[in-house]
């Protein structure tokens, strides 16, 4: 939506209450909303494009419903192009290419030690909450090979939607969520010595592009909150929402199903492999941002 003035600055009353409106007027009211039918990912129509950059600029994100095919690790890659999702952030667990294959790796290397590869519950967040600046995770995709035999759902939130809700609650939770040291990671430790830095940064920010980016973890452990009444009021505000929003939207992808998104607040439900076909999908994640339409 076009709007005069800026939305996220607490100071421009005029501008949040044109987007606010709008906002609510076009929430989605089920996940059906979200979801596009296309042919092919990796050859996308110019319809089928167009409605999938629809649901990202209104909804922050869309769900895709393709042709079950075999492994294919290009895919996500090849989807990520048509959409404007082009600089790969390729973490030290991806694969060569760049692209992560989110499965159990039980036993199976330094990958096993992380929670996106076993078969436990994960909680709400955004990808790359650790991420120093420059490595911002603004775009991702996940790409269903294989769900799980039971369980894997996830629950997805448009970030924006959070922001609104936070700031009807208490402008006073935003304006604490965006202070610069309002969440840092700890650094992370291995054999060899400091394996990534400390990172403090806010929770909600706006680019250079008058966009708002999200930056949030659920967890308890590894994680260290600014000690202030006005963060820990925050916080806490966040964590009711985030068990009680109307807003909140539920998916359980199946083959040839994806989620495309500007890396909105997502977590998944534990779940049960059937150890000869084990949940496979994969994951991309970009320093852009889903293209705008036009």
Known sequence: ?????????????????????????????????????????????AAERDALLD????????????????PDAALPR???????????????????????????????GPAAAFIPYTNRAIKWHTDGYYHPAERVIRGMLLHCVR?????????????ELAYLALRDADPAHVRA????????????????????AAQSGPVFSV??????????????????WKDTPATRAAVAALEALLADSPHVLRVRLEPGMGLVCNNVLHDREA??????????????????????RG
């Not at 090849?78 to 290419?97: F, I, K, M, P, V």
């Not at 150890?275 to 496979?280: A, K």
């Open 78 to 108: 090849a989807l990520g192009r048509q959409l404007g999702l082009l600089r790969l952030d390729a973490n030290w667990l991806a694969d060569e290419d760049g692209i992560s294959p989110i499965t159990v790796r039980e036993g199976a």
């Open 55 to 70: 649901r990202c600029a209104r909804f922050n994100m869309a769900i895709y419903r393709g042709p079950a095919g075999e």
């Open 207 to 224: 680019d250079e592009g008058g966009r708002l980016h999200m930056r949030y973890t659920a967890r308890t452990r590894s994680i260290e």
């Open 147 to 159: 769900p799980a035999a039971g369980g894997g759902a996830n629950r997805l939130l448009d970030h």
């Open 271 to 292: 779940f049960v492999d059937d150890p000869l076909r084990p949940r496979l999908l994969y994951r991309a994640r970009f320093l852009d941002r889903v293209a705008t």
């Open 1 to 45: 939506m076009s709007i005069e003035g800026n939305p996220f600055d607490l100071d421009d009353e005029r501008a949040w209450r044109v987007w606010r409106e709008a906002k609510l007027a076009d929430a989605p009211s089920g996940a059906e909303a979200l979801l596009v039918e296309v042919r092919d990912p990796c050859a996308l129509s």
């Open 177 to 196: 969520l965006m202070a610069p040291d309002a969440m840092t990671i700890p650094a992370r430790t291995d054999e060899s010595g400091v394996a990534r």
